[in-house]
């Protein structure tokens, strides 16, 4: 039985997403869903020109994915069984960009993802939204920084959507590395690793300390394998080292969201896999598909609760302060001392500025923050 599926974003990782289903014969009806009539309309032309077969059918709609009222007209009519978000308010090629320059590069990256959060955050909010609001709703997989934006997305909306990209890029360094280690094919090899954004960030830039606050697991044909600390380290820069940087890792984000997907929607058989966000959870952790499920599928030896304390810690690393429970006032704090101290400054402590720094966001709903009319929804001025 084929299966719908749409893509919000037809830029460069939506693309690949799309051209990887269709070189790997998924049974898929894809609609690739942007606001550019133009860039929807090259990159269908572009994905039905693939000479690759069978092939799932491609079409594309000019849709903003800030119009959540549309959104979730095209969600229904198109019965879909998947949606899968990759569009952010955030340059993230020109962010690779900068963080890559050997001037300003260091102290732009170890300001971390937390001061552009919202930019990720309004249209996963919004399709988050739409999503919910559908009958039947569908499965729901965020690529824009579910390490963070997944715990939002389920509180505000009351369901927890699956996450793409991130630790997920390891996964292929990581068996590759231990497979040559053990002399094995991989197959026998089982990879639990729990690590947050922060962490992928670091091993992908190559800096030269890891942060604390990850852990790796290896099983090799049943029995617990032992590298210690230095050699696990060792072996997590080589899985970094393996990703291509910024928009080329695209090719292996797109084909990490295509087999989770099989999984997810009972076309291919359960599998254990790394994913970013999983549960409404911060961080990374690995976890097990099966149709329509993911569970944390974690060492004997590892606590759930242990975890979720680390990926917390790891989060302000990457400059959020905290990501409270449901029902508090406050759900997201960014970490202001970063900000000011890149800029030279310290706003005074009490001042009004260092306040707003500390409460970036409310628990409003950005993607609401909108005014109304007839045809639709606009930004607020």
């Known amino acids: 039985m084929h299966r719908s599926v749409i893509i919000i974003g037809a830029g460069g990782l939506g693309q690949q997403i799309a051209a990887a289903a269709r070189i790997r014969g998924c049974r898929w009806r894809i609609t690739l869903v ?22 799932p059918h491609v079409e594309g709609i000019a849709l903003d ?5 549309g959104l979730r007209s095209l969600i229904e ?10 569009a952010t308010l955030l340059p993230v090629e020109r962010w690779w960009a900068i963080a890559g320059r050997q001037d300003v590069g260091r102290g732009f990256n170890e300001l971390g993802f937390g001061p552009w959060l919202a930019l990720h955050l309004v249209i996963a909010s919004a399709v988050a939204s739409a999503v919910g609001a559908s009958e039947p709703r569908p499965l729901f997989m965020n690529a824009a920084y579910p390490d963070a934006i997944n715990a939002l997305l389920a509180r505000w909306h009351g369901f927890a959507p699956a996450g793409a990209g991130n630790i997920r890029l390891l996964e292929p360094g990581l068996r590759t590395a231990l497979s040559e280690r053990a002399g094995s094919a991989g197959d026998d090899l089982e990879i639990a690793l729990s690590a947050h954004y922060v962490h992928v960030r670091n091993l992908l830039m190559r800096e030269p300390e890891l942060p ?11 029995a617990p394998e032992g590298p210690g600390a230095d050699e696990q380290r060792a072996l997590l820069r080589r899985a970094g080292a ?42 990374g952790y690995p976890v097990e598909l099966a149709e329509g499920s993911v569970r944390l599928a974690l060492p004997e030896d590892w606590d759930e609760g242990e975890l979720a304390a680390e990926q917390r810690r790891a989060a302000r690393l990457d400059g959020i302060g905290g990501i409270d429970p449901p029902g508090r006032r406050r759900v997201l704090a960014l970490r202001s001392r970063p900000l000011s101290e890149h800029h030279g400054r310290r706003p005074r402590a009490g001042h009004p500025r260092e306040r707003r720094g500390r409460r970036a966001l409310a628990t409003r709903n950005p993607s609401q923050a909108m005014t109304r009319n007839g045809s639709g929804t606009e930004r607020a001025p």
């Open 77 to 86: 009519a198109s019965r879909a069984d998947a949606v899968v978000n990759v």
């Open 34 to 55: 942007d606001r550019d009539r133009e860039r929807v309309d090259e990159a269908v032309a572009g994905l039905r020109a693939l000479a690759v077969a069978p092939s």
């Open 212 to 222: 604390q606050g990850w852990r790796l697991s290896i099983t090799w044909r049943g």
């Open 242 to 283: 393996a990703v291509p940087r910024g928009a080329a890792s695209h090719t292996w984000t797109a084909t990490s969201i295509v087999e989770d997907l099989e999984a997810l929607l009972g076309q291919g058989p359960a599998r254990r896999s790394l994913m970013a966000g999983p549960l409404g959870m911060v961080g």
């Open 65 to 69: 994915a800030l119009d959540e009222q």
